[in-house]
């Protein structure tokens, strides 16, 4: 299975409240961190990142949120989507 049809999860530690327009995140595993707030496209991707969706249909969910193609927006799903997985937020993982 390549990396890029595995799905996204988020870290079960990691609060999150809000919608596609708007989330608010709280990882409770590092209390250090304030809060993060996701808006606009950020926000979409946060809550398309659903532990079945993989790259694609990440990209999918996000475009169709914004009248674009997958193809448009993966390019910044892929970065914010590494931004994350930095911050260890999300991570991809196997079903």
């Not at 049809?5 to 409240?17: D, E, G, I, N, T």
């Amino acid at each position: 299975m390549s990396s890029s049809s595995l799905p996204w999860r988020r870290r079960a530690s990691v609060v999150s409240v809000g919608d596609s327009g708007r989330t608010a995140l709280i990882d409770l595993d590092d209390a250090a961190h304030p809060p993060r707030i996701l808006n606009g496209p950020a926000a979409a991707v946060w809550q398309a990142v659903d532990g079945e969706r993989d790259l694609t249909a990440v990209c999918e969910r996000v475009a169709d949120e914004f009248g674009m193609t997958g193809d448009e927006v993966r390019s910044d799903v892929v970065a914010f989507l590494e931004s994350l997985a930095a911050q260890r937020l999300v991570a991809q993982e196997e079903r």
